[in-house]
Nanobody, 128 residues
């Protein structure tokens, strides 16, 4: 059974930092792109960041560019989201996701419909 399990969420003051982790089990995703999405109360799920299979290519939503960094560790089958300079508007449930799509060595995706596996989410709350 394939599982993605996020951790690292919590309550932080504006300007603070958190690092989210997403551990995959049941299969390896070392050949596939992965991504982070988030959903705030009353809002649609939105893209945050994505990374290609080897970590050499990344892409970010404009709202987090320069503040968030996505990375991955194949040995640990884990993808990370380092979040710095957090703002109250970053408050949301954060989900990691894995795609089974192949689109070349630089492939990544900001589209949730491209992702097959999703974690259960971890809450991030940023107080002002």
């Amino acid at each position: 059974q394939v599982q993605l399990v996020e951790s690292g969420g919590g309550l932080v003051q504006a300007g603070g930092s958190l690092r989210l982790s997403c551990v995959a089990s049941g299969r390896t995703f070392s050949s596939h792109a992965m991504g982070w999405f988030r959903q705030a109360p009353g809002k649609e799920r939105e893209f945050v960041a994505t990374i290609n299979w080897n970590g050499g290519s990344t892409y970010y939503a404009d709202s987090v560019k320069g503040r968030f960094t996505i990375s991955r560790d194949h040995a640990l089958n884990t993808v990370y989201l380092q979040m710095n300079s957090l703002k109250p508007e970053d408050t949301a449930v954060y989900y990691c996701a894995a795609t089974l799509n192949y689109g070349g060595k630089y492939y990544y995706s900001a589209e949730p419909e491209d992702y097959t596996y999703w974690g259960q989410g971890t809450q991030v709350t940023v107080s002002s």
